[in-house]
């Protein structure tokens, strides 16, 4: 099965379950560059999926947690070759499948042509790319498609229907469906509207539909949990491994 495959999987038999998956997103190395495998396998048990973050100078999808999480691990050093190359010399790793949450610029600097082999080799099933377009995608999409990596797409709720079945069909692994415009970070209360975009999204997405952005309390993903398939759990998480509490006892608090 392609890796792509595992994180699909991950989510749907979480969601058979009859509650929704949590992808975990934390930021390589921060807040310490010397803790991150460590850090990973801590969030790995207890998220279905992990999204690893990689840091850069101008992450503008992200709200003021993540960029200094960003910058922080940005001074220490950490890179996305550091990543794979920790990544690949890990002796354990989660279970969970891994995805790469980075801008297209470091990517680019890496090497298209190296990058889906070297992931692949990592243990990375798939990447998430919040600055590039669908219709800039065709390269990088090919070259992670070859290595049977996922490339997620975007939705919103003010994406038309047509172009939304267009990402929908162009996703693989799932569809990233945030529950607002702007940035990461910000408590969302889910009002009606967005849980009919939510519904809109599931009618016609042949891959999970998982809700990002603002996801925060057991409350939300509640909520949440009737139109989706997975919530993406960001800047909360970061925000506890800043303060030094149990991230796993956090996940776990949003599903009890």
């Known amino acids: 099965m392609p890796a792509r495959d595992f994180i699909s999987t991950a989510i749907r038999d979480r969601r058979a379950t009859g509650q929704p998956a949590l992808i975990a997103y934390i930021t390589a190395g921060f807040p310490k560059k010397e803790g991150f495998i460590q850090q990973l396998n801590a969030v790995g048990p207890v998220a279905d999926v992990v999204e690893v973050g990689v840091p850069f100078t101008d992450p503008m999808a992200d709200g003021t947690t993540i960029q200094r999480s960003s910058r922080a691990a940005l001074e220490q050093g950490v890179s996305l070759r550091w990543i794979l190359q920790e ?32 992931a692949a080799r990592a243990g990375i099933a798939g990447f998430i790319v919040p600055d590039l377009p669908f219709e800039e995608s065709h390269e990088l999409r090919n070259a992670l498609d070859a290595r049977g990596l996922a490339l997620v797409q975007f939705v919103t709720p003010v994406t038309p229907i047509e172009r939304m079945q267009m990402l929908t069909e162009g996703s693989s692994g799932f569809i990233y469906a945030v529950t607002m415009t702007g940035t990461t970070g910000k ?6 509207e967005v849980l009919e975009y939510f519904d809109r999204v599931k009618k016609i997405s042949p891959v999970p539909v998982c809700a990002g952005f603002g996801i925060r309390s057991r409350e939300q993903v509640q909520r949440l949990a009737p139109f989706i398939d997975g919530a993406i759990v960001g800047s909360a998480l ?18 009890e």
């Open 238 to 255: 970061v925000e506890v491994l800043e303060r030094g509490d149990d991230p796993a006892q956090f996940l776990r608090s949003l599903r």
């Open 87 to 118: 990544l690949t010399r890990a002796e354990v790793k989660p279970r969970a499948p891994l995805l790469l949450m980075s801008y297209l610029n470091p990517l680019l600097a890496y090497g298209i042509d190296k990058l889906p082999e070297d």
């Open 187 to 192: 408590n969302v209360a889910v009002p009606e």
